[in-house]
């Protein structure tokens, strides 16, 4: 599986930005998906997750600003961050994964180069 994130950018605070990620490929709709980040120093986080049916789950600390969603005929999921903080900034990546049904998340394979997030006036 192959990986491909955009969308990020530089944003003021306040700011939305949406970020992409491609997924090569023809199983993308049986796949879990999540989208992490990751600033300089500090392990991956998990930022959201959406199961192959569409269960999703959102960082307690994140609900209400950001929202993920996919669009299996694109072969796409997508990060919906809206009123963006400093502290949004990171790299953000998306990855295939296995979405437990007591919420958890666990990573598998590729990661893709992320693409960076910068909130900053």
């Known amino acids: 599986v192959q990986l491909q994130a955009c969308g990020g950018g530089l944003v003021q605070p306040g700011g939305s930005l949406r970020l992409s990620c491609v997924v090569s490929g023809s199983s993308f709709s049986s796949y879990d998906m999540g989208w992490y980040r990751q600033t300089p120093g500090a392990l991956r986080e998990l930022v959201a997750c959406?199961?192959?049916?569409?269960?999703?789950d959102i960082r307690d600390s994140l609900e209400g600003r950001f929202t993920i969603s996919r669009d299996n005929a694109k072969n796409t999921l997508y990060l919906q961050m809206n009123s963006l903080k400093p502290e949004d900034t990171a790299v953000y990546y998306c990855?295939?994964?296995?979405?437990?049904?007591?919420?958890?998340?666990?990573?598998?394979?590729?990661w893709g180069q992320g693409t960076q997030v910068t909130v900053s006036s």
């Open positions: 990855t295939a994964g296995v979405y437990y049904s007591n919420g958890y998340f666990s990573p598998r394979g590729s």
């Open positions: 959406i199961s192959s049916g569409g269960t999703i």
